[in-house]
């Protein structure tokens, strides 16, 4: 029977507990978690309230404000316009996708690295930081080409979006055009077809 997820329980003191060490710990502890890739769950204490998405913004923003910050104010400023468009479902789930994908291919060639020059964790950070040295401009090549693609593919999903929309709407009847005899204002041009004005001539002449 497969491990349970780590249950961790946030005190209105803003206190975490971890249930499995029958501990308490902090914000860093929980970034701990994360990096080394194990699954856990943060809850209200009193009301049973899911918050491990709070609480992972909140190492987000510590990142962001501490260090080295990974958005630009242009990004950030973007991704807020998707917050409540129609298209913000379909955005995250593009954003997960490339970033998967990315953590997928830097996992490969860590175990690249890895397989040339052992486990030895000191050696291998050394030599992953000049690995990534010497490789960095075509690691740069091959997210662009991924990048392009991504981007071809989304162009070829707006198209497909826009075809389906427009056959939605062909059995729609919308109303009729003016005729073309009709004179929309005074002085306009008139039409070949409309009818010759019939000439009145007054009575008794």
Known sequence: MGEQVRLIKKYPNRRLYDT??????????VKELVLGHEEFQVVDAKTGEELTRSILLQIILEEESGGVPMFTSDLLSHMIRFYGHAMQGMMGKYLENNIRAFSDMQNKLQEQVRS????????????????????GPALQNMMGAYVEQSQKMFQQMQEQVESQTRNMFTGFQFPPQFPPQF???????KSENAPSPVSVKPAGK
């Open 183 to 189: 004179v929309p204002h005074h002085g306009a041009a």
């Open 116 to 135: 040339i020059y052992g486990d030895n964790n000191t050696i291998s950070k050394d030599l992953w930081a000049q690995f990534m040295n010497f490789q």
């Open 20 to 29: 499995r060490t029958s501990s308490y710990i902090t914000l860093s502890d």
